[in-house]
């Protein structure tokens, strides 16, 4: 019966084929029967790069082979009836193999049946590979790449405190190839335990799953042939995830995309519908003779895996989907926080709720009244100019009223915050500390958007006012950084550096305040258009005059820089920036957020310290604000005449932010100390004869601190995770220490404080 319908098939085939003779055909071989997930996928993935091509015939045969001969060479009675196939006189210009099956058949049986017809073949091994001569020159492909590191990098990534994985496979040639696989990478990952479970027994299995630890162990399925009882392809896949899954108290994880369900969270997968798309490609380019030449083939393609997560698995497993970069690919996305646990919410959560709508509402009151007078105002043709600056005078006058009842929603967040620090009854849970966190950041944000409405009014009226005074411009440099800390609490991929030069006058004078809000507002914007990467302020002098050549007094012209690798500015956005309530994109304006003034507000401020805004961006490049006072001093004294002990210093800096080692390696050449920066972590350990360590240390282990307390008589280190730095001081309290954004006071004070320990 089976030999008889794939008999049938073919000749329905080549009935067709005679129909277009001029068009060209290609043969898809597929392993497996129709409805197998797995080969079905990768067969609509080909067939979407030739469905739209009129003279191409796609020609599809399942070989059906049982769950019990799925991987093993296909040989025997089926090869038999598939080779009375060479009989029908049928030209194929190219072959498509589909998994192992068809794979062996078409490296047995090519000759007689295709002759000279190149063969792509999809989702066979690179053991494979090594059966294939020197005649086989017209044969390429896709490789599946089944990547053992990634998958662990995964599995780290989902479980932090793992130290044990266990990797089931069968007792297939596919089994033994991942088994190699494994063997090779052992060694690379001592502090987890890599084991291979070899085709377990269906009935023993549950005794190795239910003891395994939920954080500690995890289980990824490298085979699916687990089971003799199981006769269809397909409801091989299902029936074997959906068991695992129930008998096991760790999270399980797979190879394949269309694993990813019936509770197995993820992993570095293999998309069968990519893979079969690439294939496809490879077959069409072979068509249209892009790929001719023995030189084109045997170059066989890896398959580019993806990561992807199933939300909801990973939640039931108590894991925390959010450790995972945005790029993931989430399946089951779970419910909002607010939608899930609403009904958990507090009453002094609903309070604090509560102030905020009311806040909400006068706003929107009074921005109903504003529009309703303006409004009336613009009927009174010779009142326009009057009702405009009444508008602006009382904005301006209304900063009191807004900004206190704002100030208690902080206050109250704050000091509901201040609970986490305490235990028992009145502690914060997590969930409740995130909300407040939320609360606070969107006052934060929202007392931002007033301040910046409030002050574009004082301009319009000329109500600002601007005192200048004596300023440490490290200090001014160090409270933008404390200042605009709490932009950086979800961007976790962003890091803000603030770099004055030590060749900076110490003492200038200007406003410092004005000064600190053109900062403030340049930087916020920065951080708010950049999801990865850095925000960077330099300041550096590019020009001096001293007091005998400007009328007694100390001039030096200094430039501030913030340079961002955000999303850029078109040509026509650029037109645009500093226009105000104006933004680039009115789908930008929703998804950033903001009221369109804080670059109008920066550029009108300094217009009246006589400088002005200059930016140069690229979209998907970053941008580049800057701008240059000329600011005076009493004296010409920097800091570096506070650190003449270094001269001739030897000191190493590491870290691996070539902007961060740029920025120490000039601090530490202009106090004359002998640098030597490194961004490769071994170089730290074979320096020898230095003095002092600048290193970043997120990364190093506590072998590599001991080692790092021999070499080095002084120590400073930094970290990007400040939580870290507790539990390193402990254990050695000689060090120096302070977490990012690094302020610049903070290092200078880490060095004098290391020096009058241990004086040179």
């Known amino acids: 019966m089976y030999r008889l319908a794939l008999t049938s098939l073919f000749i329905i085939a080549f009935a067709a084929q005679a129909a277009f003779s001029a068009q060209k055909n290609i043969l898809i071989l597929n392993s497996y029967e129709q409805g197998f997930a797995w080969s079905d996928d990768i067969n609509k993935g080909i067939w979407n790069i030739f469905i739209d091509s009129v003279n191409i015939n796609v020609h599809i045969l399942h070989m059906n082979i049982p769950t019990e001969q799925m991987f093993p060479s296909f040989t025997g009675d089926n090869s038999n009836a598939l080779l009375r196939l060479s009989k029908i006189k049928i030209k194929f210009d190219v072959i498509i193999t589909v998994d192992e099956a068809a794979f062996d058949f078409a490296q047995k049986y090519r000759n007689e049946l295709w002759n000279g017809a190149p063969i792509v073949s999809c989702g066979i091994n690179e053991s494979n590979l090594k059966s294939l001569t020197k005649k086989d020159s017209l044969w390429t492909g896709i490789v599946e790449d089944y990547n053992i590191k990634g998958m662990i990098d995964f599995i780290k990534t989902a479980q932090p405190n793992v130290k044990r994985i266990a990797f089931v496979t069968d007792r297939t040639r596919f089994g033994t190839y991942i088994k190699n696989l494994i063997t090779d990478y052992k060694n690379d990952d001592p502090d987890i335990n890599i084991e291979e479970w070899e085709s377990p027994a269906w009935e023993s299995l549950p005794k190795f799953l239910r003891y395994l630890d939920t954080q500690r162990d995890a289980i990824v399925l490298a085979g699916v042939n687990f089971n003799d009882s199981i006769r269809s392809t397909q409801k091989l896949w299902k029936i074997t995830t959906e068991y695992t899954n129930k008998n096991s108290r760790a999270p399980v994880y797979t190879f394949w995309n269309s694993g990813v369900k019936n509770g197995i969270l993820g992993g570095d997968v293999i998309f069968a519908s990519v893979m079969g798309e690439n294939t496809g490609k490879i077959a069409l380019a072979i068509l249209e003779g892009k790929e001719t030449g023995k030189k084109n083939f045997w170059d066989f393609r890896k398959t580019s895996n993806q990561t992807v997560l199933d939300e909801q698995a990973t939640i039931q497993r108590n894991l925390n989907p959010n450790n995972f970069s945005i790029e993931t690919i989430r399946l089951n996305k779970s419910d909002s926080w607010l939608s899930k646990y609403q009904k958990y919410v507090s009453d002094m959560q609903n309070v604090v709720v509560a102030q905020s709508a009311i806040i909400l509402i006068i706003c929107l009151i009074f921005y109903a009244y504003y529009r309703f007078s303006y409004r009336r105002l613009l009927r009174e043709a010779d009142q326009t100019k009057n009702a405009s600056r009444a508008k602006s005078t009382f904005l301006a006058n209304m900063s009191h009223e807004i900004r206190n009842p704002l100030n208690s929603i902080l206050g109250f967040s704050e000091l509901l915050l201040s609970k986490n620090k305490g235990e028992g009854y009145n502690a914060l849970t997590d969930e409740q500390s995130e909300w407040v966190s939320n609360i606070r950041l969107s006052s934060y944000l929202l007392r931002d958007t007033l301040n910046n409405i409030l002050d574009y009014s004082k301009l319009e009226v000329g109500k600002i006012k601007f005192e200048e005074a004596e ?232 072998y590599d601190f001991l080692r790092i307390e021999k070499i080095y008589p002084r120590v400073i280190l930094f970290f990007y995770e400040g939580w870290k730095i507790k539990q390193v001081r402990a254990a050695h309290p000689n060090f120096e220490y302070f977490s990012t954004p690094v302020q610049s006071g903070g290092i200078l004070s880490a060095v004098s404080r290391l020096y009058s320990k241990n004086p040179v």
Not at 537 to 550: D, H, Q, R, T, Y
Not at 581 to 608: H, P, V
Not at 623 to 634: D, P, R, W, Y
């Open 471 to 702: 300023v440490d411009i490290f200090d001014l440099c160090d409270e933008l950084i404390s200042v605009c800390r709490h932009y950086l609490l979800y961007k976790n991929n962003v890091r803000l550096y603030v770099m004055p030069s030590l060749e900076l006058p110490r003492f200038v004078i200007v406003d410092a305040v004005r000064l600190k809000q053109v900062l403030v507002n340049l930087i916020s914007n920065a951080l708010k258009f950049t999801n990865s990467g850095s925000v960077r302020l330099e300041v550096k002098p590019i020009a001096f005059k001293s007091a005998a050549e400007n009328n007694g007094v100390n001039q030096t012209t200094v430039l501030f820089e913030i340079i961002d690798t955000g999303v850029g500015i078109s040509a026509d956005g650029l037109k645009k920036i500093f226009k105000p309530f104006e933004q680039i994109y009115s789908g930008e304006t929703r998804k950033y957020n903001g009221a369109g003034l804080g670059l109008t507000i920066a550029n009108e401020i300094l217009a009246n310290m006589h400088s002005k805004l200059t930016v140069k961006s690229k979209v998907g490049w970053g941008s580049n604000f800057h701008f240059s006072l000329k600011l005076e001093s009493q004296n010409s004294v920097t800091y570096l005449s506070e650190y003449v002990f270094m001269k001739s210093q030897r000191v190493t800096i590491y870290s691996v932010d070539i902007n961060v080692l740029k920025y120490l390696k000039e601090a530490f050449f202009a106090v004359n100390a002998i640098c030597n920066d490194i961004n490769n972590e071994e170089l730290i350990f074979s320096a020898t004869d230095q003095n002092l360590l600048m290193a970043e240390a997120d990364s190093f282990s506590d």
